[in-house]
């Protein structure tokens, strides 16, 4: 597959906000976009569990763990939820477990790392709320583009690129 963002960079500079290149590609999809939905939470996956078991056809789950990576807040049980949900792919601010598994689910991933260690289920976080980490800032319903080259994000959606 064609590498999506360094198109989208030159057709449109002005429209982009591009991350910190920090992350790491973790799922089998290698290039994904879609329409944002926002989760804040630290070390507490409980509101990603519930965003993954619902539909996310055309999205892309941005979760913003505070950038720890001492506790992992995403497992392949949930990336096979959300796979299985149509959800295009997660990018977290923070850390993902179950590394080899995950490569092997039809989803976009990006991560900081990897790290074993699950997180404590208590029930927090926000979902729907304005995130900001890696030099960008992240709204409900922007546009998110990853590929291997790094993150951008937009207000509207913009033509991609023809290969």
Same mark, same amino acid.
């Given at each position: 597959?064609?590498?999506?963002?360094?198109?989208?960079?030159?057709?449109?500079? &002005? =429209? $982009?906000? !591009?991350?910190?290149?920090? *992350?790491?590609?973790?799922? @089998?999809?290698? =290039? *994904?976009?879609? &329409?944002?939905?926002?989760?804040?939470? *630290? &070390?507490?996956?409980?509101?990603?569990?519930?965003?993954?078991?619902?539909?996310?056809?055309?999205?892309?789950?941005?979760?913003?763990?505070?950038?720890?990576?001492?506790?992992?807040? $995403? +497992?392949?049980?949930?990336? /096979?939820?959300?796979?299985?949900?149509?959800? /295009?792919?997660?990018?977290?601010?923070?850390? !993902?477990?179950?590394?080899?598994?995950?490569?092997?689910?039809? $989803?976009? !991933? =990006?991560? $900081?790392?990897? =790290?074993?260690?699950?997180? &404590?289920?208590?029930?927090? +976080? /926000?979902?729907?709320?304005?995130?900001? *980490?890696?030099?960008?800032?992240?709204?409900?319903?922007?546009?998110?583009?990853?590929?291997?080259? +790094?993150?951008?994000?937009? @207000?509207?959606?913009?033509?991609?690129? @023809?290969?």
């Amino acid at each position: 597959m064609k590498d999506i963002l360094p198109d989208l960079c030159d057709l449109y500079p &002005e =429209h $982009l906000q !591009i991350a910190d290149p920090v *992350f790491k590609s973790y799922g @089998k999809k290698s =290039h *994904f976009n879609g &329409e944002v939905v926002t989760v804040s939470c *630290f &070390e507490d996956n409980s509101r990603v569990r519930e965003l993954v078991g619902t539909p996310g056809n055309g999205k892309v789950l941005v979760v913003d763990g505070g950038g720890s990576v001492r506790r992992a807040l $995403l +497992g392949d049980m949930l990336a /096979e939820k959300a796979a299985n949900n149509g959800w /295009e792919g997660i990018v977290i601010y923070g850390a !993902i477990r179950d590394v080899a598994a995950q490569s092997q689910v039809n $989803l976009g !991933i =990006h991560a $900081l790392n990897a =790290h074993p260690m699950p997180t &404590e289920k208590r029930g927090l +976080g /926000e979902v729907g709320k304005t995130l900001k *980490f890696a030099g960008i800032t992240v709204q409900p319903g922007d546009q998110i583009y990853c590929d291997l080259n +790094g993150i951008a994000v937009a @207000k509207q959606p913009l033509a991609m690129p @023809k290969n």
